[in-house]
């Protein structure tokens, strides 16, 4: 008897909950300094039409800012190398506008207004903060980058008492003069490095005031001789733990001393949603999302409230049988989400790989029945992953219970043990031909015929019937001689143990039995008529090949 394992499975299929975007949004364009950041350096020239125009940016001046500013942006990158902090700039030179800003330091609306209308950023009657906004998430998805910010340096080498020198506390700009009052143009990217540790929200320590924020919320160092202090020195407080200063206010902290940043240091959460099973193959379909640190912060420019946010994202996801090696055979599909792109209410629908659905199909084929766990990891881009489990049963036996066959007529038995339907085909084939029948097993023995299969067959013929459902394809094999007058049976063949015990197959056979009937007893007998089947006769094998030679010499 040859025996094939359909499986019933049972898997808790886990209910997925309603997922948040964890990504930054609109409001949250630098939270802290891990990851890529795009910068977008703008120098505005005044044209003259509103203002009389007193400034006019040199090309030695434009490339003292770059130097300067590329200074700071260095500066900072090489403070943590585990932050892995990258800057990717794009510069916009002589940008038109009608105001002088260097004039119009207390009305600054002005020239910026001018400014992000011609880059493409209208005002459209709001604020300008908005129009730096649209700019700077722009710039972040044309960049690919997890963070952005603007510089804005205007020109006032004519007017050096006339300083500029301030950002926005968590972005999205910082704003200065060339001149940088007593620290020269020479020195420009001190202040600069200063105002860049407030666009992740580090604050002053000039005074001996304490302000406690940044996504970690810990306290600055008042009164330090640091970036921060009274003096722009470049080194940072609470360095290298992050307890407190600078440090930690930007949001760099390793508490487990693993190289990972607190703040991307965090697990996925895995669901198996649902398996299905196709012939010998069971399907999962899930979902992975990645769990965003908790924001401690307690200031905000959401006007919504804070948010946890996280860069990480989905770079990989495997599964494995019990402890088998993991397999990366997993087809993984981007979630979409619709994020506010252009305030107050132009939208946009974009892939992102913080929430994923996979699916995966696992091959039955080589597995007895019996309990077995499917394990899922999901993995981020600092190779922190997490799990999922699910556990199924293999417990229904399909078996092929024997083949029999005539000159019109083979006949293959097949029992469905379990106590449910199953939808398999089964063939029979002999000389390469291969008729297929698609059927419904309901629970039980079923007979199938397969009727006019050889036009007036003669000769020895090996047929084989076979059935596609899960685990292996087990043949019974039938041999018989019929000439015009005389036929033989040879019974079908045992299922067994391959040489490994460990894997369950069925592809050693060995003859039952088989009877020869001679042609002088042919009258007393129709075998054309009947099924002969290793059932009906006892001789033994070797009985049998006797007769097929005696037969054949005669």
């Not at 364009?29 to 007193?54: C, F, H, Q, R, W």
């Not at 940088?180 to 600069?192: L, Q, S």
Request: net charge negative.
């Amino acid at each position: 008897m040859a025996m094939l394992l359909i499986s019933t499975v049972k898997v808790k299929a886990e209910d997925v909950p309603s997922i948040d975007d964890p990504t930054p949004g609109y409001y949250e364009t630098s939270e802290y300094m891990i990851g890529s950041v795009a910068v977008g350096i703008i120098l505005p020239e005044s044209n003259g039409s509103s203002d009389p125009e007193t400034e006019n940016w040199t090309p030695e001046e434009i490339e003292i800012v770059k130097n300067q500013t590329q200074s700071a942006l260095n500066w900072w990158k090489l403070q943590n190398p585990n932050a892995t902090v990258s800057f990717i700039n794009e510069t916009n030179i002589m940008v038109p506008t009608s105001y002088e800003p260097v004039n119009q330091l207390s009305n600054r609306s002005s020239w910026v207004n001018d400014v992000m209308t011609y880059l493409g950023y209208p005002s459209l009657g709001r604020h300008y903060k908005y129009q730096v906004r649209d700019y700077v998430n722009d710039l972040r998805h044309r960049r690919n980058t997890d963070w952005a910010f603007a510089i804005f340096v205007i020109d006032n080498s004519n007017e050096t008492d006339k300083v500029l020198g301030d950002s926005n506390q968590g972005g999205p700009a910082v704003y200065m003069s060339y001149s940088a009052g007593i620290y020269g143009t020479d020195n420009m990217h001190r202040p600069c490095a200063h105002e860049i540790g407030h666009i992740f929200w580090a604050a002053e320590e000039k005074t001996a005031d304490i302000y406690y924020q940044g996504y970690l919320n810990v306290a600055n160092d008042p009164e330090s001789d640091c970036l921060m202090g009274v003096n722009n020195t470049l080194k940072l407080s609470g360095a290298p733990h992050g307890d407190y200063g600078t440090w930690g206010q930007v949001g760099w902290h390793d508490n487990d001393t693993d190289t990972i940043q607190d703040i991307v240091d965090t697990f996925q959460s895995v669901y198996i949603n649902s398996s299905t099973i196709t012939g010998n193959k069971m399907q999962y379909n899930g979902t992975a999302t990645v769990i965003p640190y908790p924001n401690n912060n307690n200031k905000t420019n959401n006007p919504s409230g804070k948010r946890d946010v996280t860069i990480n994202n989905i770079t990989s996801i495997q599964y494995r049988i019990d402890n088998d090696a993991w397999s990366s055979d997993v087809t993984i599909t981007s979630w979409n989400v619709t994020r506010l792109i252009r305030y107050p209410n132009i939208n946009e629908t974009r892939p992102t790989n913080a929430t994923v659905d996979f699916n995966f199909t696992v091959d039955l084929t080589s597995l007895l029945p019996g309990n077995y766990t499917v394990e899922v990891k999901a993995t981020n881009q600092w190779n922190i992953s997490g799990y999922a489990t699910s556990i199924f049963y293999l417990n229904t036996v399909i078996s092929i219970t024997n083949v029999a066959a005539n000159k019109t007529v083979i006949s293959v038995k097949v029992n469905n043990t379990g106590s449910s339907t199953v939808n398999t085909s089964v063939s029979v084939a002999w000389k390469h031909i291969d008729p297929t029948q698609n059927v419904t097993l309901p629970p039980g023995e079923t007979t199938l015929n397969f009727v006019n299969w050889e036009t007036n067959p003669t000769g020895h013929y090996e047929i084989t019937a076979v059935t596609d459902v899960v685990i292996i394809n087990s043949s019974v094999y039938i041999g018989f001689y019929i000439n015009k007058t005389v036929s033989f049976g040879v019974g079908g063949s045992q299922a067994g143990q391959s040489d490994s015990t460990s894997n369950w197959v069925a592809l050693a056979f060995c003859m039952l039995s088989a009877s020869f009937i001679a042609p002088e007893f042919s009258k007393k007998k129709k075998p054309d008529d009947d099924l002969l089947t290793a059932t009906e006769h006892n001789d033994s094998t070797e009985n049998m090949w006797q007769n097929l030679a005696r037969h054949q010499l005669t």
